[in-house]
């Protein structure tokens, strides 16, 4: 259901139904004729004459093979491209007045040929012969703190300050909120010999000063808005990237009692975030404990009545990952258990338990999906889920708002969340890994009831067209609605083999795609959350089926949460029959999100599969950035 940016091709040629297709004289008006304003119109420019898509009896058609099958293409991802840099442009000082030539012998001779420098100035002429890159916002920042004038922030007279070290400490500690410290690395002078060369070590403190303003302000970039522009991993990726008002925030840290303090609070502070990195804090404080190690034979298939000698493996993996409330009220069945290979009732109930608990189907079946909850992430995966978790998260609003609603692809669940705690969670569908669906932000509008659906020009191209060229009357059939120009057609009276726009819709009714109601927030991708008549498909722990738009398990239930009524209200709107769109009482934010790492309810964080494969790209586009900044340091 996706409409995708960049659209191949047009759909189809239509024509009217009403029309006989009896042969009729070569002077009859022809539709072309019609739309190009009459008869005869450019009638000598084409090659062949038409009448509603068939040719006229008669007249020759010399292109008799049919138009190739066009395809509509979803969009790609894409190799990523660190941010460019320009040279900070730091101006030189005004150049002293020259002093009046002092003759030898002469009263004079005896003073200083010229007035001493002024270590500002000389400071400031060396800032000027500093040679370092940095982002165009960035650079133009540190270049309006220094050339008004202000004072060095990072170096005293003999070397580095204490705010520098309160600084570098922070840069040292940034791993711990998903951020590289080498992205950050600042060689500090080292301490001046007594015989230094004054001249080369003021030199050196420049250089340091100019080098922890742009990294400073660098790292306050990645703490609000991240390290990568979204937007450039994919064409997926629809987030608007944060501006961040560079200015003022050297003068900030020259004023700061704590620069390192300052630095640390610019990272989010929603409850998500800090959650994410309490996370991220205990696992790399954490030793890795091999006892929790689990391992299940790959390609394990346990089904209840059978027997198997992985059957072992998998008590022992629920013992380890279970919650102490199941193990509880199982603990009979777990204390009984022996290592045998027979899948009892007993132990069917238990692994349904952990099945329900964990969020997949209980039909207690120990497959692929039950085998990766119970074996879990390594450490080291967990946190490379946190840290592009985190990433991610830094995309979004500072604050997701107090009433919203929040779509997680990777664990098929849209969530409502109303005075800031979720009042409603349930199963949904996604797109396919062929038919993504985006990565955005909009604001819900509109509940429709008992809707038409719209066939996206994707579909009509790359799934009806081939049908419809064997089966003119394919549409027809199925009850589709045809028009062409605003006026409704027949499917049958269509010459399938051109390529003219064309619009197919289908009425609502109880096999309608978008089922009962669907819930716009109007984007340029054309995703929106409907119901379904599939519903077989949410007892499918995979639940990336769709063509892009998101399919609610309980769509009265999200439908009355977002228009404040109740799900009655919502049933009566739908029992009387009519389309019928209805405004919500207030915008409601929506976030169509990505997220492999995320809290729940209780603030515990649970991990998904990277259904779309998006992480990775996010972490090559981590280690370009990374690549390029050590090449300017």
């Not at 991802?77 to 941010?83: C, F, L």
């Not at 040929?113 to 400071?123: H, R």
């Not at 501006?243 to 925030?249: D, E, I, S, T, Y």
């Not at 929506?590 to 790209?617: C, L």
Request: net charge neutral; with cysteine; aromatic share 8%.
């Amino acid at each position: 259901m996706t409409r995708y940016k960049t659209i191949a091709l047009t759909a189809v040629f239509a024509a009217f139904t009403a029309m006989s297709t009896a042969p009729r004289p070569a002077a009859a008006i022809t539709l072309l004729e019609m739309l190009r304003g009459g008869p005869g119109a450019d009638n000598r420019q084409r090659g062949n004459d038409t009448f509603f898509g068939r040719r006229l009896p008669g007249v020759s058609d010399p292109v008799a093979d049919p138009e190739p099958l066009p395809k509509v293409s979803g969009p790609r991802y894409y190799t990523y491209k660190p941010e460019a840099t320009r040279p900070v442009t730091i101006a030189a000082p005004a150049t002293a007045a020259a002093q009046p030539e002092v003759v030898a012998g002469s009263d004079a001779s005896t003073t200083a040929s010229i007035a001493p420098v002024d270590p500002q100035s000389e400071q400031r002429r060396l800032l000027s012969e500093t040679k370092l890159r940095a982002s165009d916002d960035i650079a133009a920042a540190v270049e309006a703190y220094y050339n008004a004038g202000r004072p060095l922030i990072w170096v005293s007279e003999n070397g580095i300050s204490e705010r520098a070290r309160s600084a570098l400490a922070a840069f040292a500690e940034a791993d711990l909120a998903g951020l590289v410290p080498d992205d950050y690395l600042v060689a500090a002078p080292a301490e001046a010999a007594a015989d230094a060369d004054a001249l080369a070590r003021q030199r050196e403190l420049m250089a340091f000063e100019l080098s922890m303003s742009i990294k400073a302000l660098t790292y306050v970039s990645d703490a609000v808005r991240g390290r990568v522009d979204p937007n450039k991993l994919s064409g997926y990726h629809d987030i608007k990237r944060k501006a961040v008002n560079f200015k003022p925030l050297l003068n900030m840290m020259r004023l700061s009692p704590d620069v390192g303090a300052y630095l640390k609070s610019r990272m989010p502070a929603n409850p998500q975030f800090q959650a994410l990195q309490a996370e991220l804090v205990r696992l790399k404080a954490e030793q890795s404990d091999p006892s929790q190690t689990i391992t299940i034979a790959p390609g394990t298939l346990l089904k209840p009545g059978v027997s198997n000698p992985e059957l072992a493996n998998v008590i022992a993996a629920i013992k380890v990952r279970a919650s102490e409330v199941l193990k509880t009220e199982h603990a009979a069945t777990l204390a009984a258990y022996t290592g045998t290979p027979e899948y009892t009732p007993e132990l069917v109930a238990l692994v349904e338990g952990f099945q329900k608990e964990s969020g997949l189907h209980p039909d207690g079946v120990v497959g692929k999906a039950t085998i990766r909850t119970l074996m879990g992430d390594s450490n080291a995966a967990k946190i490379e889920k946190l840290v592009v978790a985190m990433e991610e998260l830094r995309w979004l609003p500072a604050d997701l708002g107090s009433r919203y609603v929040f779509i997680n692809q990777p664990a098929f669940t849209a969530y409502y969340v109303n005075d800031g705690r979720p009042e409603l969670s349930m199963r949904v569908v996604v797109g396919s890994k062929a038919n993504q669906t985006y990565f955005f932000n909009d604001q819900i509008e509109t509940v429709e009831f008992n809707p038409y659906w719209g066939v996206p020009k994707s579909i009509i191209i790359n799934e009806m067209l081939p049908k419809l060229r064997q089966d003119p009357g394919y549409l027809d059939r199925l009850g589709y609605e045809v028009s062409y120009g605003g006026r409704k057609v027949s499917s049958s009276a269509v010459d399938w083999n051109s390529t003219h726009n064309v619009d197919v819709r289908q009425p609502p009714g109880s096999d309608n795609a978008l089922g009962e109601l669907k819930i716009l927030f109007p984007n340029a991708h054309s995703i929106y959350m409907h119901d379904t008549p599939s519903k077989s498909f949410f007892k499918r722990d995979m639940r990336a089926l769709s063509h892009g738009c998101v399919r609610l398990a309980e769509p009265r239930r999200m439908a009355a949460a977002v228009m404040g009524t109740t799900v009655e209200d919502i049933g009566a709107q739908i029992a009387a029959g009519q389309n019928r769109a209805v405004q919500v009482p207030q915008k409601v934010p929506v976030y169509v999100s990505y997220f492999t790492a995320w809290p729940n309810k209780d603030g515990v964080i649970e991990y998904f599969d990277d259904v779309y494969g998006r992480d990775e790209y996010t972490r090559k586009a981590f280690a370009v950035t990374s690549e390029a900044r050590s090449a300017r340091s």
